[in-house]
């Protein structure tokens, strides 16, 4: 938001307050306010928009953009001047473009395509806006009716009731909230005019209450005429303008004298405080207006739960997460604190918020009964916590520490339980005692005798309480002065209502008004089928209805009826086994029976699954109170953490720890087991692999898939020795005997003769399962290890072939076919096979610490039809092998290849490429598609440097990090042989592009000078953004020589240690590459400066430096 914006604002506000004018000075009769509103879209504008609009003096409260005008066919006067209001922004519309940065055409408009995506972080925009009377073409203003009284009032009074609020009516002329004893005092009901101005001044003493801790949590802690007294006023008045407004019971602002000047001021000290109190005032109108469809079962309010991660908070975690630096994500901290939360019994939210540092991550707490805690934790986008409680900071230190930062969210937790407790205790005790209370807020007079605070502003007060119950404030000059003032008060009045009956009265309820419809209290889930039995929906009372004429009772409504409006009896939640398996369905997988329930990985069917393939997966558990379960869709991608809905049983803190010990444990045998298992599995697999004969190209599989030359695979035999069929291994002759030898016994390890046996071995060699493949089926060995496996297509020896060749990229597949086909394209290179697209980033991160400075490519499948698809739930199927891909590219530095193919088209990968096009179009798209790919893993790897750089200042300027020297300085130097590496691969590739190898995807060559022409474009950009970055990453690499990194940075910038190394290096007789500015004789004893004739003195090299 601009500042210039802010402060104009502010100075018109200031001169209407000034005058008298302001919308919340002003008395509005019942129904003659509307605030504004879009008519276009049919939403109201919130918060200060609101005001603003409002104040512009406008009769007509519609409001719209220039376009939007346009759009209904109306145009806006010649000359009018239009207002600007301010949005926030949380995703856009781009082009959409390709894998090569070309424009995505759509077929049927012939138009370029359009994609939705999330900004990274949301953005404050200016949009300027009409009123209806400065447009012409636009249909009349119709007029809204008034609603009948009765209806009118019942709303109030159904927000007064649902709102549980504590309310006294005392003869009097004073009302008031009293935060001490969370109770709100009004006069008699007979006491107002109208019931219009009743049902105002209550509504406004609710805006108070929902101060409370418990609830919206603001500062009520100050005394009357004080200015912070003035600016909770200032809320509360906003808020009641809405409330006015909103429920047709009009506004009586009071006399405001005493807070005029408070607020004049707090505005020309700050003028974005309006913008505050005006979105305060929203959550405080929307936070009861929220009770009109508040849902009960017998007295206790249920309200809807909020959703504790919003969609584009979800996403932009997801994205910091993928970006961070190993130990720094945001996602990580925000599960570490909300599993802190849940573990006391409290639920977390978290949204996004702006302070004084910039944006920021929101984490908010609610107590055990769904009330505000008063708890909030800033989080960074570094994964750093900050936790205070009601203001104040509890977190020593702003870290992400696993231990420190939960135990200051349980401290924090204790001090409110400890407050609760001490409110409730209070609430008991005996009278009070002079200075014990706070302040209690006096309205300015709603048609009732008004405390006149304007003169006492600046004096002291006191508050004293007589022996009988009597109790008032005094003001004066001096403490003395005052003390006297409201002992002379409190004597004139009546016995205070702390005297009366210790059992809170209650809000009396009205006799109940007639209605000509019946209000539904219908679930979310529940409304399409109340609207086809008849219920109709509420756009002013946000409610479902039964029209006049329709009688609930035979309609099928009653379900959702009761005697009372807006109160149904909560539906039981299904049992949480059924809620699983509805969660299963969810996912696309396909059960079989009953759930079993021993909390091991389960192995199921999907939708699209052929033949005996399982590629869901699935764990419950009911261990302890709380069942919980897994689920994972290995097809479409998706993970599932399970909980069941609807309450659990409260815990205390010792069946809390014990559970917390039971799953540990849980946890430790199963790890134990699993660990059991591998083993056994590859004992299995090394028993077999040593008994499987060679395979050939005459294999099936072979065959289909075109493998000329499957060195270092094998094929499953006819018959195994004793000791091979010792650890379960039985081969069948055809599937239908594999199929029942499985399901006679499923511990079997059953193979089918001839299948082809692909290796799956760890960095070490170690072999750990295989994977049985024939041109129809696909399987690894049941309860093997597959997390990290590989191995390398046309390779005897994954580690022999992987460290020949030590400068070329990695290049990595998912299956065995693809790999061989793309090996083949590049001329007989290693190629690593993953298996499928869940194992690319574990694989990759196993070659990462092996290979760090080498570039990674994927060739990746392209599952581009999927989209096509709706799956289950009508959604658009994932492109699961290319969304894989990309997001392991980014997680580890790499680049994607993908092959392109056209719309209708059969295929996904780039053997399916090669065998429709041929070699030859398959290798020219290949070496194209490297080039992009090449280029991508350079800017990955820039940005992994960039994060490394971080990571290592924040080691050296924060001395709580957790940081070790030595890991940080191993982690600057692989991102800098990482940048090295890529860097190179361009050289690499403007090479190949001069030599005209490289061609396009259509199959003709391209010259050479088109072909580095283009590529040289599409790096030019990303060199120069990233220059400045790249010269101080590489000014904080090892202090290690700098051989191929050195030429663009300055020498003055290099650390000392780095000048030594390169000196002594230059002493030493090695190659190396030094800075343009590095002194001249360094350069000239480099080799890389001609050396000058002799001269009759030297000072030395030494001196020169």
């Known amino acids: 938001m601009k500042k210039e914006y802010a402060e104009e604002v502010a100075a018109r506000i200031i001169e209407q307050l000034e005058q008298g004018t302001a919308p919340w000075q002003k008395p509005w009769q019942p129904g003659e306010l509307r605030l504004p509103y879009n008519p276009t879209t049919g939403k109201e504008y919130r918060g200060m928009n609101s005001l603003w609009l409002h104040m512009q003096g406008h009769s007509d409260p519609r409001w719209m953009t220039y376009n939007q005008a346009a759009a209904e066919g109306a145009q806006v006067r010649k000359g009018s001047k239009g207002t600007h209001i301010v949005y926030w922004k949380f995703s856009e519309e781009r082009k959409a473009t390709d894998e090569q940065g070309r424009p995505v055409i759509d077929p049927d408009t012939g138009k370029q395509k359009t994609v939705t995506v999330q900004l990274e972080r949301p953005r404050s925009f200016m949009a300027v806006v009409f009123n209806g009377s400065q447009i012409d073409g636009l249909p009349p203003l119709e007029a809204r009716p008034t609603g009948p009284e009765p209806e009118r009032h019942a709303r109030a009074e159904a927000i007064l009731a649902n709102s549980g609020a504590v309310i006294r009516h005392e003869p009097g002329d004073r009302a008031f909230y009293r935060p001490s004893t969370d109770s709100i005092t009004l006069p008699e009901r007979n006491q107002f005019p109208t019931a219009d101005n009743y049902y105002a001044t209550a509504l406004h003493e609710l805006g108070h209450w929902t101060g409370h801790p418990s609830r919206l949590d603001r500062d009520l802690a100050h005394p009357f005429g ?62 009861v207006m929220d009770f009109e469809q508040e849902q009960m079962q017998t007295q206790t309010v249920e309200r809807q739960p909020v959703p504790e991660i919003a969609p584009e908070v979800a996403a932009e975690l997801q994205r910091d997460h993928e970006n961070a630096v190993e130990g720094y994500s945001p996602l990580e901290s925000w599960q570490m604190m909300k599993a802190e939360a849940e573990r006391n019994g409290y639920s977390a939210r978290i949204g996004f918020a702006s302070g004084e540092l910039g944006d920021f991550y929101e984490i908010t707490y609610d107590d055990q009964h769904g009330e505000p805690s008063g708890i909030r934790t800033e989080m960074y986008g570094d994964s750093k916590l900050m936790t205070e409680y009601n203001g104040t900071r509890l977190s020593q230190f702003i870290s992400n520490d696993d231990e420190s930062q939960p135990a200051t969210l349980r401290a924090a937790i204790q001090q409110h339980e400890a407050a ?23 309205v300015q007079s709603r048609r009732t005798v008004p405390e006149n605070a304007a003169n006492h502003a600046g004096q002291n007060a006191v508050y004293v309480q007589l022996d009988d119950g009597r109790k008032a404030w005094g003001f004066g000059a001096t403490d003395e002065a005052a003390e006297q003032s409201a002992v002379e008060r409190a004597q004139r009045v009546g016995i205070d209502a702390d005297r009366a009956p210790t059992r809170a009265v209650l809000h009396e309820q009205p006799e109940k008004p007639m209605q000509s419809r019946t209000y539904l209290a219908v679930p979310y889930a529940e409304k399409n089928e109340a609207k086809a039995l ?6 002013e009372a946000k409610s479902w209805y039964a029209p006049e004429g329709v009688d609930v009772a035979t309609s099928g409504l009653a379900r959702w009826s009761v005697d009372r409006a807006n109160v149904v009896t909560a539906s039981e939640p299904k049992p949480a086994i059924e809620q699983f398996k509805d969660a299963l369905k969810d996912a696309g997988l396909q059960l079989k029976g ?78 134990a087991a699993r660990l059991s298992e591998h083993g056994a599995t590859a004992a299995a697999a090394q028993a077999l692999w040593n008994e499987a004969p060679a395979a050939t190209a005459d294999n099936a599989y072979c065959k289909a898939k075109g493998i000329a030359n499957p060195v270092g695979l094998r094929v499953v035999p006819d018959s195994v020795s004793p000791e091979t069929a010792a650890h379960g291994i039985k081969i069948a002759k055809t599937a239908k005997e594999a199929k029942a030898l499985r399901e006679a016994d499923p511990a079997n390890r059953v193979f089918k003769a001839g299948d082809l046996l692909i290796p799956g071995t760890d960095g070490e060699g170690k072999l750990w399962t295989l994977q049985s493949v024939n041109p129809y089926f696909k399987s690894f060995m049941k309860g093997g290890r597959k997390a990290g496996l590989y191995t390398v297509a046309g390779a005897d020896d994954p580690r022999k072939a992987l460290a020949q060749d030590g400068d070329s990229p990695l290049v990595l597949a998912e299956g065995y076919a693809t790999a061989d086909t793309v090996s083949r394209l590049l001329g007989g290179k290693p190629v690593i096979v993953a298996f499928d697209s869940g194992n690319l980033d574990a694989v990759a991160t196993e070659l990462r610490e092996r290979h760090p400075s080498r570039p990674l490519l994927i060739a990746a499948d392209n599952d581009h039809n999927a989209p096509k698809e709706l799956d289950a739930n009508g959604k658009p199927k994932a492109n699961v092998g290319l969304v894989k891909a990309t997001e392991t590219a980014e997680k580890h530095g790499g680049g994607v290849m993908a092959p392109q193919f056209n719309d209708g088209e059969k295929g996904s990968d780039w053997n399916d490429l090669a065998g429709s096009r041929g070699d030859e179009a398959a290798r020219r798209m290949l070496a194209e598609q490297m080039a992009v790919a090449k280029r991508d893993a350079a800017i990955t790897a820039e940005r992994l440097t960039t994060l490394a750089r971080t990571r290592d200042m924040e080691a050296r300027n924060d001395p709580t990090t957790s940081a070790d020297d030595a890991a940080v300085a191993t982690e600057r130097g692989h991102a800098a042989e990482v940048l090295a590496g890529a860097q190179s691969a361009l050289s690499e590739v403007r090479s190949m592009a001069a030599d005209g190898v490289t061609g396009n995807t259509k199959g003709a060559t391209r010259s050479a000078a088109a072909v580095k022409a283009g590529i040289d474009r599409k790096t030019e950009a990303m060199h120069d953004r990233a220059k400045e970055e790249r010269e101080e990453v590489l000014n904080h690499g090892q202090t290690g020589p700098l051989d191929g990194v050195n030429a663009g940075v300055s020498w003055k910038k290099l650390p000392e240690q780095a000048k030594q190394a390169l000196i002594e290096d230059v002493k030493n007789g090695k190659d190396v590459t030094l800075p343009k500015d590095a002194p001249a004789k360094l350069k000239q004893m480099a080799g890389l400066e001609p050396t000058p004739a002799p001269r009759s003195r030297s000072r030395g090299i030494d001196a020169g430096l």
């Open 594 to 671: 009953e759930v079993i329930t021993d909390g091991k990985m389960q192995r199921v069917p999907v939708e699209g699954d052929r033949g005996g393939a399982t590629s869901g997966a699935y764990a419950y558990h009911e261990a302890g109170r709380t069942p919980g379960g897994f689920i994972q869709n290995y097809k479409t991608g998706e993970v599932v953490h399970w909980k069941p809905e609807g309450k659990t049983p409260e815990l205390s803190a010792a069946d809390r720890a014990r559970q917390a010990a039971e799953a540990a444990e849980q946890r430790k045998a199963r790890d």
């Open 420 to 442: 609760k407790q001490a409110r409730q205790a209070e609430q008991q005790s005996a009278p009070y005692t002079p200075g014990q209370e706070p302040p209690a807020y006096t």
């Open 226 to 287: 004080s200015e912070g007294y003035a600016r909770e006023e200032l809320r509360a008045e906003i808020a009641s303008l809405m409330l006015g407004e909103r429920l047709e019971i009009g506004h009586d602002p009071g006399q405001h004298a005493a807070y005029v000047g408070s607020w004049v001021k707090a505005l020309k000290e700050d003028p974005k405080e309006i913008f505050r109190a005006a979105s305060d005032a929203e959550r405080i109108s929307a936070y």
């Open 534 to 539: 008849g219920a109709k929906w509420d756009k």
